[in-house]
């Protein structure tokens, strides 16, 4: 029997794993780049943490001019957020549209940086302990 035949775990509709090993995520991913929001003028930026194992954040950092605590003066301190994306560490990424939409609206609200951790998806390689022990 063909080992990619036999699905040996399901958790409709969000995944399915093969006897083989391989994975088929069934949720769509829609990543969207780093970039300036129109809405909120809040900049991100794609940085790799540690390129061996992929780990990699996007930071958001608001405008500083535009902060409400600034009172249009420019900030020379801003404090910081850090999150872990959800997707109980199977389904996701840091760069999926709603996510990039909150943290840009969060960022902004905040007058904070945030940084937004990425991290390899469980089951990506099976042979591998799952995210975040392997990751941070």
Same mark, same amino acid.
């Given at each position: 029997m063909d080992p990619d035949a036999k699905v040996t775990f399901e958790f409709v509709p969000v995944i399915w794993q093969y006897r083989s090993g391989r994975v088929?995520?069934?949720?769509? !991913? %829609?990543? !969207?780049?780093? =970039?300036v929001d129109v809405a *909120?003028?809040?900049?991100?930026k794609d940085v790799t943490i540690d390129a061996a194992t992929g780990l990699w954040a996007r930071l958001y950092l608001p405008d500083l001019f535009a902060c409400p605590s600034s009172g249009g003066a420019v900030r020379t301190r801003v =404090? %910081?957020?850090?999150?872990?994306? /959800? /997707? /109980?560490?199977? !389904? /996701?990424s840091t760069a999926d549209t709603p996510k990039h939409a909150f943290l840009n609206h969060l960022a902004a609200r905040a007058s904070a940086l945030a940084v937004f951790v990425e991290y $390899?998806?469980?089951?990506? $390689?099976?042979? *591998?302990?799952?995210p975040p022990a392997t990751s941070l």
């Amino acid at each position: 029997m063909d080992p990619d035949a036999k699905v040996t775990f399901e958790f409709v509709p969000v995944i399915w794993q093969y006897r083989s090993g391989r994975v088929e995520r069934m949720l769509p !991913v %829609n990543p !969207v780049p780093p =970039s300036v929001d129109v809405a *909120t003028d809040v900049a991100s930026k794609d940085v790799t943490i540690d390129a061996a194992t992929g780990l990699w954040a996007r930071l958001y950092l608001p405008d500083l001019f535009a902060c409400p605590s600034s009172g249009g003066a420019v900030r020379t301190r801003v =404090s %910081n957020r850090c999150l872990l994306h /959800g /997707g /109980g560490l199977v !389904v /996701g990424s840091t760069a999926d549209t709603p996510k990039h939409a909150f943290l840009n609206h969060l960022a902004a609200r905040a007058s904070a940086l945030a940084v937004f951790v990425e991290y $390899r998806l469980a089951w990506s $390689r099976p042979s *591998t302990p799952s995210p975040p022990a392997t990751s941070l």
